[in-house]
């Protein structure tokens, strides 16, 4: 069983910052790729930003320059730290993993974290 969990969410103005974080616990020997989608009231979820095992990251348009993705593969977590941050940002953000290797296994499911929300007031 792999569970992933986020936290850092919250409430900021326009042009601060917040930083997202989500582990992945579990009998989990790698995962290939981590990331973040949001989802805003009354639109589909949409990708922000992926980071694969192997260091590639993609970003959508809207993000690029203001938001940063890391992860630290040992701990199985993944990062997102969002600069200048807008309205439009206002979502919740979720933590997705892929390719996730557990007990030896190359697991084909997709795990998701419960959801994180973040507000960004003008």
């Known amino acids: 069983q792999v569970t992933l969990k986020e936290s850092g969410g919250g409430l900021v103005q326009a042009g601060g910052s917040l930083r997202l974080s989500c582990a992945a616990s579990?009998?989990?020997?790698?995962?290939?790729?981590m990331g973040w989608y949001r989802q805003a009231p009354g639109k589909q979820r949409e990708l922000v930003a992926t980071?694969?095992?192997?260091?590639?990251?993609t970003y959508v348009d809207s993000v690029k320059g203001r938001f940063t993705i890391s992860r630290d593969n040992a701990k199985n977590t993944v990062y997102l730290q969002m600069n200048n941050l807008k309205p439009e940002d206002t979502a919740v953000y979720y933590c997705?993993?892929?390719?996730?290797?557990?007990?030896?296994?190359?697991?084909?499911?997709?795990?998701w974290g419960q959801g994180t929300q973040v507000t960004v007031s003008s």
């Open positions: 997705n993993a892929d390719g996730v290797v557990t007990n030896g296994v190359l697991s084909g499911a997709s795990y």
């Open positions: 980071f694969t095992r192997g260091g590639r990251t």
């Open positions: 579990g009998t989990i020997f790698g995962i290939n790729r």
